[in-house]
């Protein structure tokens, strides 16, 4: 879905953003690996595809693994990867990550980096010691709607932050059909809510010290599909130059929304100060289709999609390629002696600085576990 688009069809974020960024940067091949045979003839075709929509000449070839991560030592040493991009399922992440790292890749991680912290902190000694750089895809970061907000509290507009408020749902048919391989082994909080904990860590720098979340079961399970409907979670975060300046957080996620709904994500947040508030709807930005074969759709050109230049050529845009490109440029910036690793984790969603946002997933999967009941969120910051 992430790499070639839904069913063969789409853009497909991290193909398409590897492609526009070939145009400028020299990238000799990209290795598509996965475990279907089937997706040898989607992967051909989507870069065919893609290639013409943009004017491109990315090379892509696919290779087909066993679903073993023992196959990652020998294909490294068959090629020499620069990078990898590494978008499979959460509980995935650790092993394949790891492998990956062990043989000297530099690695962006979809998010969440891994479902415990506990994986999450062995990776990233395994990256400090390795000398590499590695980052999780929160395209969040990049949405000039977020820069903007950053900015605002930066400044103190709102005066002293009393609370944040989430509300994030998608589609049905991600847990019953697009995941239903493995939505059983993630929740829509861990999946899903965890881009506005990083969010939130990025505005503020605030750490999360406790977590309390309700799971309700509903629909999925009456699917064969064992795991929470929606998850409502309270996260109380604290200045660490102040221990006596904090503020709350409260999700509302679920992805149980009716597939006829108008988008794939119905996402908002509220940042409420002393001095005043900001809404921010991240679904409805001021776009809606109505079509006859499609019903009515709001459009969010802002993520990622072909739009024209001003020579009236495709380009693919967006955060979410800007979240992409970054990282690659940034690869290609230490490679060339241009930037440091140190310097880049100051300003870039680094497994490091993804630490955070995976104790606050322990720390709620906890609660989920213990009926519900209050636990400390050990954030190693």
């Excluded at 679920?254 to 921010?280: H, L």
Aim: charged share 20%.
């Amino acid at each position: 879905m992430y790499v070639t688009g839904r069913n063969g069809t789409g853009s497909g974020t991290i193909l398409s953003s590897l492609a526009e960024l070939s145009k400028v940067l020299c990238i000799e091949e990209v290795t598509v690996m996965a475990t279907d045979p089937a997706n040898e003839v989607v992967v051909d075709e989507a870069a065919v595809r893609i290639n013409a929509t943009i004017g491109s000449s990315l090379k892509v070839r696919y290779i087909r693994i066993s679903g073993e991560v023992s196959d990652i030592p020998a294909l490294c040493r068959e090629t020499r990867y620069a990078a990898a991009i590494i978008s499979i399922p959460d509980h995935l992440h650790f092993e394949y990550t790891s492998a990956l790292l062990l043989q000297g890749v530099n690695c962006l991680v979809v998010k969440p980096l891994t479902p415990t912290l506990n994986e999450a902190l062995k990776l990233e000694k395994i990256r400090a010691e390795q000398g590499l750089y590695g980052v999780v895809e929160f395209h969040k970061r990049w949405d000039t709607t977020n820069l903007w907000i950053r900015k605002a509290l930066d400044e103190k507009r709102l005066g002293k932050i009393l609370y944040f408020t989430v509300d994030y749902s998608q589609k049905i048919t991600i847990p019953t059909t697009t995941f239903r391989g493995w939505s059983d082994r993630t929740n829509i909080f861990q999946y899903l809510g965890v881009h506005y904990v990083d969010l939130i860590w990025f505005l503020t720098r605030f750490v999360p010290t406790r977590a309390m979340a309700v799971g309700m079961n509903g629909i999925l399970r009456q699917q064969s599909i064992a795991t929470w409907d929606s998850v409502h979670a309270t996260i109380i975060w604290q200045n660490p130059d102040n221990p006596d300046d904090r503020f709350v957080s409260q999700f509302v996620t679920n992805w149980i929304d009716p597939a006829c709904t108008s988008a794939m994500s119905d996402q908002k947040y509220k940042v409420i100060g002393t001095r005043g508030r900001i809404e921010c709807d991240q679904k409805n930005r001021g776009v809606e289709l109505v079509h006859e074969d499609t019903g009515v759709q709001q459009i969010n050109p802002y993520f990622s999609d072909y739009l024209p230049d001003a020579d009236g050529r495709l380009r693919f845009c967006g955060y979410g390629h800007e979240s992409i490109s970054q990282f690659v440029r940034d690869v290609f910036e230490l490679g060339a002696g241009y930037t440091t690793i140190a310097k880049l984790e100051q300003n870039r969603p680094t497994l490091r600085q993804s630490l955070i946002s995976t104790a606050v997933i322990d720390s709620v999967n906890q609660s989920l576990a213990d009926s519900f009941a209050w636990k400390e969120i050990n954030a190693p910051f």
